[in-house]
């Protein structure tokens, strides 16, 4: 399949919205059924990459595709819905390794966003977010080579 044809179904999809095969034949214009049957191969690619969603047989929607949320988004939504939590919680609803969780923990300590509470360790340490009132929605930025007060 060439890269400019899929750039053409893709463009068509946009610019329509909802549309069927025959809407996309019109549009591109195509006249044969070999180009048509091109059209549907397109669309079957474009939904496994998420860009096109079914509305019902034979109908389709163009929806953008999402980018995945990062690593530190995810750890930020999970800390917003629990509120108390251990790393353990946290690595097991945002999937990060607990190494990179306990840097960005620490970080989020140093800013003011949590504090540590009680115990020690993965399973067993209790933190809590401060103020979930006004803790912002949008992830505290962090960079991983991050330094601590003090450090070189």
Known sequence: MRDGFTQKVRQSAIELGEFNINDLA???PVYTYKDKHKITRVI???????????IRTGHYRYQEKKKPLSKQAKIWRAIRIKEYFTRRDIAKLSGASD????????????????????GWGYKSALYRLIDPATAPLEKPLFNSNHKKKGEK
Do not use: D, P
């Open 99 to 118: 190494v990179y969780l306990r840097r960005y923990l620490n970080f989020l300590k140093g800013e003011g966003f949590i504090e540590h509470i009680t």
């Open 44 to 54: 079957s690619v474009l939904k496994r990459q998420g860009e096109v969603a079914t």
């Open 26 to 28: 019109h549009k591109i």
